[in-house]
């Protein structure tokens, strides 16, 4: 009797503790392959060279009250540092011509340059900090810079279909501690390799923000851009869309495009 | 209808009962869906004014509910390695507060400094750890400076400091949300005072108020209601001396309390605060109904009839009487809908419904109980009391002349010392000394700030606007304005940030600490600051989104609410008189509070005036004559006046609970009278009695009921007294100084006045000494 009932113990614990172990070895096989697809998107998406395209920026609130903005945005894709980019500030014009530089570096804190026109002046900007609201929207621009698959590690969670398409849906652990969300779930369309929904949680882990990207068009064959990109604040109500136009690639921008000495010299 | 209703008890008990039994269980099962909500919204309608300017400021900043972290060294110093460590902690932990989507400390401040060319943006705490002795008095120096800072996350003296976190509740299940929060918070709290055992923490904020309301109403719950229950219970007990009519009466005001509950959550209403003290009130009222019936059926009794006659005999004689003082009473709670404060409402609502269930139950199933238990009358007559009754009435009748006047000039001189009661809503006072989100408030009032605020939003109405600098000119005006006035302890203002950046922006110059010259540089500067700061921290509690308008955020010390509204008068108008061309709104909870009370007052003193209005000419018909009716307006009217004045020496601050209490004891007070003059009617008209012998005889047949009602019902609402939610205390002391004070009129003022009254008519006729005195026995 008691025997039997020490076998069957036994056995419920053996059987717990493969299950246990199993889990741990499904959660390294989990992250793998999330960072298989992290890579091959990164593949994917790579060789562009340099790109430059006009963006919109709708604000809104609880109530429907509207702002726009509008900036251009400029990046080069370097091979074995992280890609420079170049935000120019058009619109609302007392910014007008206020220029913002980028190097984006994988674990460090990224380089940031701002010219201020009404000063006259370049100022470096030495913060940590990625993950305010760009322009007051409900972007950061953490949310907005280059991916890297440094950036994160990651944990493949499963095949869905979200607005109508086949997705791998991948969790992203950002590395940097400055991140503004410890957690993102990504919708990662399974032929363009871009994602088409996230899910940014918070410190608490609760459900921030979603970004919903839209309206893909392929570029040069091969390269997949967005045209509309929708971020909701659930926590505020307010969200901001990107209206992306004029993508243009490989428009012979190098790395003198992207100086602090440039900076000036925009309009 | 009156037949039936008479004999329904008596006759056909078991039937009374089933059918009493049937109608309980189909109403009371409504207290199931009953909810209740402590939120501090529930105190306004819809279409407040003030509700609205405060939620329109809510949806185009951010909300601001907030807890907050009081932290209050045992060293006297904030800047020590420890303490320091503990606000950082504190800081890292308060994130993990459920809806939370700010959080502001000395540690993770956005110092903003300049090393050249550079502009640096980093917590002013990054690491504890690391911290010397040189580094943390820099440290010091950088907050107790900054205007963001200083008086209101750090005291100038360096020796308290707050953490103050803002949740953004989507109030879908409001009542969980509170318990999540306040749970997390708490939590925290004692995990660092484990930790860090040097230091207290206190908590206050409005989501703690919140909590200290719920938590307050559920104490009241837990142990008011059962002591009332005791209080009642001895007192039926020992002035009537019956075991039967005590759980007699107990059972009908939980029936009364149970079915009213059941409707309201039929109803859907849900409880609030001020709502939650109606089952006290009820069962209150109730006692009053079943003694009448009880003292007069074992009148009956011991005059010689069966138990069943005398149950029959007393409904008879009181049939009308209790229907007219609950109809009374029920109206005086309903004048309560003229308050502009739901909850007083529903308050109002609930003992209306309760008090005319009280009297259909007190007439059908309290005398099926009666007849279906065994009860005995007390061997003889409560002598005591009728001695005592003898007493007071042949005081009364042989002093009337002095009584009438005197007590008239008494009351007149206490009437005088009404207009010294001031007007004080301060919510932070809606609770007493023990209640620790009183003592946290208060005590960060004495050390740090108070917890009043009034938030200006001031508009361009053209986007980008705020960048204009004759706009930031004048938000700086008036934010330097507000600093310079002693009320103010905090402004919190977009010009500091300006002034602030543009100096970093010449490499911290002070020279430069100026506001920018030119819109652009302003723009451009807010982009530049908006850029470099982390999720959580940004600007967007003080910039709309298309930035054509501000906010400022006085903080105030603690001060009386018609000050609080003076003040608001005084900044909304030295405004529109420097900057007409801007437009400024002003809003905060204290503000909402503060109109309300006021706004309350007025209505309610409307209120309780066409509630007398309608009742005096009901009184006038019972009683068959305009004459008396006139007269019952005087103790009518004069307990509420002079339990005021009387008010004014106890504590003379009038808020939310106060201006509810004329309305509410209109009706007990009302009973009073009509019981007496009814009597005194009786005794002129059908017994052909002079005024003397007539108001003997009042004396002799209402008085010892008059007497214990008076007791029961003091000793319930001083009860309520020692609710910790002060609104519902002050109510109670109140309406205690009321009855007793109509009692007083009653048994002293109404009679004289009736003797003199009906004596001025008449040639007096002399009255001898010992004949007044009715007896029945």
Redesign the interface.
């Given at each position: 009797m008691f025997k039997s009932m020490l076998s069957k113990l036994l056995v419920v614990v053996l059987l717990i503790s493969g299950q246990a172990y199993s889990a741990q070895s499904n959660d390294v096989a989990a992250q793998e392959k999330g960072l298989r697809i992290a890579k091959k998107a990164k593949k994917l998406d790579s060789g562009w060279g340099d790109s430059q395209s006009e963006v919109e920026m709708i604000?809104?609130?609880?109530?429907d009250?509207?702002?726009r903005r509008a900036i251009r945005s400029k990046s080069l894709e370097l091979k074995d540092e992280g890609d420079k980019s170049l935000i120019i500030?058009d619109e609302?014009?007392?910014?007008?011509g206020?220029a913002?530089l980028n190097f984006s570096n994988p674990i460090e804190p990224d380089d940031q340059w701002?010219y201020?026109?009404?000063?006259k002046?370049?100022?470096?900007?030495?913060?940590?900090?990625k993950?305010?609201?760009?322009?007051?929207s409900e972007f950061?621009?953490e949310d907005m810079s280059s991916f890297e698959v440094e950036k994160y590690t990651y944990k493949y969670l499963r095949d869905e279909t979200a607005e109508g398409r086949e997705c791998f849906v991948l969790e992203y652990y950002p590395v940097d501690k400055?991140s503004?969300?410890p957690r993102q779930v990504v919708w990662l369309d399974k032929e363009m390799y871009q994602p088409i929904k996230t899910e940014y949680y918070?410190?608490?882990d609760?459900l921030l923000k979603t970004l919903k990207v839209t309206d893909y068009k392929r570029y040069q064959g091969k390269f997949w851009r967005p045209d509309k990109l929708e971020m909701t604040n659930h926590?505020?109500g307010?969200s901001t869309v990107l209206l992306m136009a004029n993508y243009r690639f490989s428009t012979g921008l190098d790395e003198r495009d992207f100086s602090q000495n440039t900076l000036k010299r925009l309009r | 209808m009156r037949e039936f209703i008479l004999k329904s008890g008596v006759r056909r008990p078991f039937v009374t009962l089933l059918a009493s039994l049937l109608f309980i269980i189909a109403t009371s099962w409504g207290a199931g869906y009953l909810t209740f909500k402590s939120d501090s919204r529930v105190f306004f309608e819809e279409s407040n004014p003030q509700l609205q300017a405060f939620d329109r400021m809510e949806?185009?900043y951010?909300?601001s509910d907030n807890v907050a972290f009081l932290i209050v060294p045992k060293s006297g110093d904030v800047f020590t390695k420890e303490n320091l460590s503990l606000i950082y902690d504190l800081t890292e932990q308060a994130?993990?507060?459920?809806?939370?989507?700010r959080v502001d400390s000395i540690t993770n401040y956005?110092h903003t400094f300049a090393t050249g060319?550079?502009?640096?943006?980093?917590d002013l705490v990054l690491d504890p750890e690391v911290l010397d002795t040189q580094r943390m008095e820099e440290i010091r120096a950088i907050a107790v400076n900054e205007p963001l800072l200083a008086k209101r996350l750090i005291s100038t003296e360096g020796h308290v400091s707050l953490v103050n976190v803002t949740v953004?509740m989507p109030g879908t299940n409001a009542e969980q949300e509170l318990t999540d929060v306040s749970t997390f918070v708490r939590q925290i709290r004692d995990n660092l005072l484990e930790k860090y055992p040097n230091t207290e923490i206190h908590l206050t904020g409005l989501v703690m108020m919140d909590v200290a309301f719920a938590e307050a109403a559920l104490a009241d719950n837990n142990t008011l209601m059962p002591l009332m229950f005791l209080v009642v219970m001895v007192a039926i007990g020992l002035l009537l001396r019956t075991i039967t009519g005590t759980i007699s009466t107990l059972l009908i005001a939980i029936v009364a309390i149970v079915v009213t509950l059941g409707v309201t959550g039929w109803l859907g209403i849900y409880l609030t605060p001020p709502s939650a003290a109606a089952p006290i009130m009820i069962l209150t009222v109730v006692v009053a109904d079943c003694v009448h019936i009880l003292t007069n059926m074992f009148h009956e009794m011991r005059k010689g009839f069966d138990k069943r006659q005398a149950i029959y005999n007393s409904l008879e004689h009181n049939l009308k009487a209790i229907f007219i003082t609950s109809a009374t009473t029920a109206l005086g709670f309903l004048s309560m809908n003229f308050s502009d404060v739901p909850p007083f409402q529903d308050l109002g609502n609930m003992v209306a419904f309760g008090v005319m269930m009280a009297f259909l139950f007190s007439v059908t199933l309290f005398p099926a109980l009666l007849a279906i238990l065994p009860i005995k009358p007390f061997k003889q007559d409560v002598k005591e009391h009728s001695g005592l009754m003898a007493g007071v009435s042949n005081f009364v009748v042989k002093n009337y002349r002095i009584l009438l006047p005197s007590t008239l000039f008494a009351m007149l001189i206490i009437l005088f010392l009404i207009p010294r009661n001031e007007l004080n809503d301060r919510y932070v006072e809606f609770f007493d000394e023990s209640v620790p989100f009183r003592m946290a408030t208060e005590l960060m009032g004495k050390e740090l700030s108070g917890v009043d605020t009034i938030e200006f939003s001031i508009e361009t109405g053209t986007?980008?606007g705020i960048?204009d600098p004759k706009v930031i000119a004048a938000i700086e005006h008036f934010s330097e304005w507000l600093r310079t006035l002693p009320e103010v302890d905090h402004v919190n203002t977009l010009s500091d940030i300006f002034k602030r950046l543009n100096k970093n922006?010449h490499g911290d110059d002070p020279a430069w600490y100026k506001l920018p010259e030119?819109?652009?540089?302003?723009?451009?500067?807010l982009?530049?600051y908006?850029?470099?700061?982390?999720?959580?921290?940004?600007?967007?509690n003080q910039?709309?989104?298309?930035?054509s308008s501000t906010r400022v955020v006085a903080t105030l010390e603690n001060m009386p609410t018609y000050e609080l509204l003076e003040l608001e008068e005084l900044t909304t108008a030295w405004f529109a008189t420097n900057y007409p061309e801007l437009k400024l709104e002003a809003a905060s909870i204290s503000l909402m509070f503060a109109h309300v009370s006021k706004k309350n007052i007025n209505s309610m003193l409307l209120g309780s005036v066409l509630a007398l209005l309608l009742i005096s000419p009901i009184l006038g018909m019972v009683m068959g004559s305009v004459k008396y009716g006139v007269i019952s307006l005087l103790p009518n009217l004069l307990p509420a006046g002079v339990a005021f004045g009387i008010w004014a020496l106890l504590s003379a601050e009038v808020g939310l609970g106060l201006s509810v209490v004329i309305g509410m004891t209109l009706g007990i007070v009302v009973d009073d009278t009509v019981h007496f003059m009814s009597k005194y009617l009786t005794a002129r008209r059908e017994k052909n009695m002079s005024p003397e012998e007539a108001v003997h005889y009042s004396f002799q047949s209402v008085g010892p009921a008059l007497w214990f009602t008076t007791v029961v019902l003091v000793a319930g609402f001083l009860i309520m007294a020692l609710s910790t939610y002060r609104v519902n205390a002050d109510m109670g002391v109140m309406t205690a100084i009321t009855i007793v004070i109509a009692l007083l009129v009653d048994f002293l003022l109404l009679p004289s006045l009736l003797i003199a009254a009906d004596k001025i008519r008449k040639d007096p006729q002399p009255v001898e000494e010992n004949s007044g005195i009715v007896t029945q026995n």
């Open positions: 604000l809104r609130n609880k109530h009250q509207e702002s500030f609302p014009l007392d910014v007008k206020t913002f701002l201020l026109p009404a000063l002046r370049i100022k470096r900007i030495s913060s940590r900090n993950s305010g609201p760009f322009m007051g950061s621009y400055y503004g969300y918070d410190r608490k609760s926590l505020n307010k | 949806a185009v951010s909300q994130w993990q507060t459920p809806y939370s989507s956005q060319d550079d502009l640096i943006v980093e953004q986007a980008n960048n922006m030119g819109k652009e540089l302003a723009a451009q500067y982009l530049l908006e850029m470099s700061l982390p999720v959580g921290l940004d600007l967007n910039i709309n989104v298309d930035k």
